[in-house]
T-cell receptor
Framework: EPEVTQTPSHQVTQMGQEVILRCVPI?????FYWYRQILGQKVEFLVSFYNNEISEKSEIFDDQFSVERPDGSNFTLKIRSTKLEDSAMYFC????????????????FGSGTRLTVV | DAKTTQPPSMDCAEGRAANLPCNHS???????VYWYRQIHSQGPQYIIH???NNETNEMASLIITEDRKSSTLILPHATLRDTAVYYC????????????FGKGITLSVRP
């Protein structure tokens, strides 16, 4: 069964440093997402991406965050200057389509990257 | 905020059916009901979704009431590996749709 692959599985970084979290979505999917989950809290939406641009972002996704699809396979989340409160699990997800087929496809999530900011 | 209400937890015996309820009284006509689960700290896993008809797949069945204000996810023969947090989510499928996770319901399957 196709999978969404995230690397690294665990990243430790010092406060103020930049990190890039990497994701390889399922190859024929068109929509890409980043979510995060702070330990013990809800899964929170960060950003959605379609047709090489951001289609929606949450209040959490401020200027320190950016996303990119640098080639046909990778989807990255960059955090420019990490803060202690950025420590969380970050999940990438992809889906095949929305709208046209009336919600026939669910999201496939990756296993996540645990980001620890020290 | 999530537009669904779920009890915080429930348990069931291994091998028995687990019936997980969800209220979504403010659901709109173009919103689907999705169910996901999260085992420990893994990524959420899609289970099933529906609009108004009951749905069944290899994992579960989804029963949606006629007025669409509530639904029930049924795991017909729960196993210990079904212990997880289950999320009921309503979402449109338009260009700006997204999944909004609530706290979900923690299902504990006991031996």
């Amino acid at each position: 069964e196709p999978e969404v692959t995230q690397t690294p599985s665990h990243q430790v970084t010092q406060m103020g440093q930049e990190v890039i979290l990497r994701c390889v979505p399922i190859s024929n999917h068109l929509y890409f997402y980043w979510y995060r989950q702070i330990l013990g809290q809800k899964v929170e939406f960060l950003v959605s991406f379609y047709n090489n641009e951001i289609s929606e972002k949450s209040e959490i996704f401020d200027d320190q965050f950016s996303v990119e699809r640098p080639d046909g396979s990778n989807f990255t989340l960059k955090i420019r200057s990490t803060k202690l409160e950025d420590s969380a699990m970050y999940f990438c997800a992809s889906s095949a389509s929305r709208g046209v087929t009336g919600g026939q496809y669910g999201y496939t999530f990756g296993s996540g990257t645990r980001l620890t900011v020290v | 905020d999530a537009k669904t209400t779920q009890p915080p937890s429930m348990d069931c015996a291994e091998g028995r059916a687990a019936n997980l309820p969800c209220n979504h009284s403010t659901i709109s006509g173009n919103e689907y009901v999705y169910w996901y689960r999260q085992i420990h700290s893994q990524g959420p896993q899609y289970i099933i979704h529906g609009l108004k008809n009951n749905e069944t797949n290899e994992m579960a069945s989804l029963i949606i009431t006629e007025d669409r204000k509530s639904s029930t996810l049924i795991l017909p023969h729960a196993t210990l590996r079904d212990t997880a947090v289950y999320y009921c989510i309503v979402s449109t499928t338009g260009a700006n749709s997204k999944l909004t996770f609530g706290k979900g319901i923690t299902l504990s399957v006991r031996p």
